[in-house]
């Protein structure tokens, strides 16, 4: 029997091409994403520890006061920016989501009928043997005659 064709391989490959391209796709947007949580909890981090810092002069308590509200508009910044990416962000996984079903369902039919195939070419082995057996038994059968 033949080997198994599936005949909807090219539009399988396309699927896989575009799930990838998708996957990527969302991991830049999600490194990007990490790369600015990471920067707004650095500063986060760093204002809880300035916050503590006893000034001695009233030169300090001015400057400690600056570096604290800049930490906090930097901070602000940080949240604003995360907030503009979350929508591109939702709608990546949203697409990379859709793109892997559509990769699995196509994926799970070529399975399908590769298990078909395999069972009818088991099944005709399975009759190819018998006749062969029949056979072999008749010519037996002819020449004990």
Same mark, same amino acid.
């Given at each position: 029997?033949?080997?198994?064709?599936? #005949?909807?391989?090219?539009?399988?490959?396309?699927?896989?091409?575009?799930?990838?391209?998708?996957?990527?796709?969302?991991? #830049?947007?999600?490194?990007?994403?990490?790369?600015?949580?990471?920067?707004?909890?650095?500063?986060?981090?760093?204002?809880?520890?300035?916050?503590?810092?006893?000034?001695?002069?009233?030169?300090?308590?001015?400057?400690?006061?600056?570096?604290?509200?800049?930490?906090?508009?930097?901070?602000?910044?940080?949240?604003?920016?995360?907030? #503009?990416?979350?929508?591109?962000?939702?709608?990546?996984?949203?697409?990379?989501?859709?793109?892997?079903?559509?990769?699995?369902?196509?994926?799970?039919?070529?399975?399908?009928?590769?298990?078909?195939?395999?069972?009818?070419?088991?099944?005709?082995?399975?009759?190819?043997?018998?006749?062969?057996?029949?056979?072999?038994?008749?010519?037996?059968?002819?020449?004990?005659?």
């Amino acid at each position: 029997m033949r080997r198994f064709q599936f #005949r909807l391989e090219s539009l399988l490959r396309l699927r896989i091409d575009k799930e990838e391209a998708a996957e990527q796709a969302l991991a #830049r947007a999600m490194g990007e994403w990490n790369r600015i949580q990471g920067q707004k909890s650095r500063q986060q981090a760093l204002k809880e520890k300035y916050k503590s810092f006893q000034a001695s002069s009233g030169e300090e308590l001015l400057q400690k006061g600056l570096f604290l509200a800049r930490l906090d508009q930097e901070i602000r910044t940080f949240d604003l920016e995360l907030e #503009r990416r979350e929508p591109e962000l939702s709608s990546l996984r949203a697409a990379y989501t859709e793109a892997r079903s559509q990769r699995e369902g196509l994926q799970k039919l070529k399975e399908n009928r590769e298990a078909e195939h395999r069972d009818k070419a088991e099944k005709f082995e399975a009759r190819l043997m018998d006749d062969f057996i029949n056979n072999m038994d008749r010519i037996k059968a002819f020449r004990e005659r």
